[in-house]
């Protein structure tokens, strides 16, 4: 069954924890299509030991599927990956997940004006809130904890 989400990706499913499964490949980063851009892992099996962190660290967007005959991982989804994120390397005990270098990552990230867009969009929360009244000098809200900071 695939229902589509107003303003978010596509559901495809739930994979085998139950999880909501998204097509997030036919979203963009920053105005690039997301197919044009290799930030996503890749197994490699002679390392893999099969322990499954990756498979059960990658919640949000669901990269992975899991082969149980097998008993490894599968990269079912690679443009679900975020791009930047690699907790999933991180976590592995046998360094199996490989993920481009820092440096294609800058490319696409340069070229997107990723940095400036983030700083524009800031602002204009800013000036939304400034004028709820929810933001003054020298304070910032934490929205999940409802906690003022000054």
Same mark, same amino acid.
């Not at 990706?9 to 490949?25: E, M, Q, Y």
């Not at 197994?43 to 919640?59: A, L, N, Q, V």
């Given at each position: ?9 596509? =559901? ?5 924890? @139950? %999880?909501? &499964? ?5 979203? *963009?980063?920053?105005? $690039? ?19 499954? =962190? ?5 919640? @949000? %967007?669901? &990269?992975y599927d899991w082969?149980?005959? *097998?008993?490894?991982? $599968? ?76």
């Amino acid at each position: 069954m695939v229902i589509r989400m107003s303003g978010d990706a596509l =559901i495809i499913g739930k994979d085998v924890l @139950g %999880r909501t &499964v998204k097509d997030f490949s036919r979203m *963009k980063w920053w105005g $690039i299509e997301r197919k044009e851009i290799p930030w996503y892992p890749r197994i490699d099996y002679e390392r893999c030991i099969g322990c499954g =962190i990756c498979f059960m660290t990658c919640g @949000g %967007r669901v &990269v992975y599927d899991w082969d149980f005959e *097998k008993m490894r991982p $599968i990269i079912a989804r690679p443009y679900n990956c975020m791009v930047g994120c690699d907790t999933c390397a991180k976590m592995c005990p046998r360094d199996a997940i490989i993920f481009p270098h820092i440096g294609v990552l800058r490319k696409y990230r340069d070229e997107a004006l990723v940095v400036a867009k983030s700083r524009r969009k800031l602002e204009e929360i800013r000036k939304k809130l400034q004028k709820k009244g929810k933001v003054g000098e020298g304070q910032y809200i934490c929205p999940e904890t409802r906690r003022e900071k000054r």
